[in-house]
């Protein structure tokens, strides 16, 4: 059973711009759906780790409203970190999904037992994927790899109910 959810950012939780302002301030677009997928899985017992190569305030600032467990920015070596984060607290493969989309997320998928990736993922993720989402990234993936993840445990309908009080 997954215990721990790990997200990239840009291309997965985003679509995979980076936006400015007039300031020079990076501006993300975070999908509403993406963050009922979060909800959802802290509904079934998961945790949520944020894991991205960039650093970024309004990563941040989402990571914060949506009661991310872990948020890690500025990581290079993603399959290090993970490999040691997971040592540290006892999780095995089978505890851990990742859910990412391009060539720096391959080596940190290859240490998790399922791994889902949007439909606009990088083909060579794509083909280690566990679970091909229809959604892009920034466009759903997080929540579309969520319910994926509860629907094969089984824990989707109680998910459901106790995030939002709905019997599905």
């Not at 720096?104 to 998790?112: H, S, T, Y």
């Amino acid at each position: 059973m997954i215990r721990l959810l790990v997200l990239d950012v840009d291309g997965t939780m985003t679509d995979g711009g980076v936006y400015y302002d007039a300031s020079g301030n990076e501006l993300k677009k975070f999908a509403i759906k993406d963050g009922a997928g979060i909800v959802l899985a802290h509904a079934a017992g998961m945790q949520i780790m944020i894991c991205t190569g960039r650093a970024c305030e309004a990563v941040r600032r989402r990571a914060e409203e949506l009661k991310v467990e872990y948020l890690y920015q500025n990581v290079h070596g993603k399959a290090d970190f993970l490999r040691s984060f997971m040592a540290e607290h006892g999780l095995t493969s089978g505890e851990v999904a990742y859910c990412g989309d391009d060539l720096n997320d391959l080596a940190a998928m290859a240490l998790c037992g399922f791994v889902a990736c949007p439909a606009d993922a990088a083909p060579e993720v794509a083909a280690r994927a566990t679970c091909r989402l229809p959604q892009k990234g920034g466009e759903g993936a997080v929540r579309g790899a969520v319910e994926a993840i509860l629907r094969r445990d089984g824990r989707w309908p109680e998910a459901v109910r106790k995030a939002f009080g709905a019997e599905v």
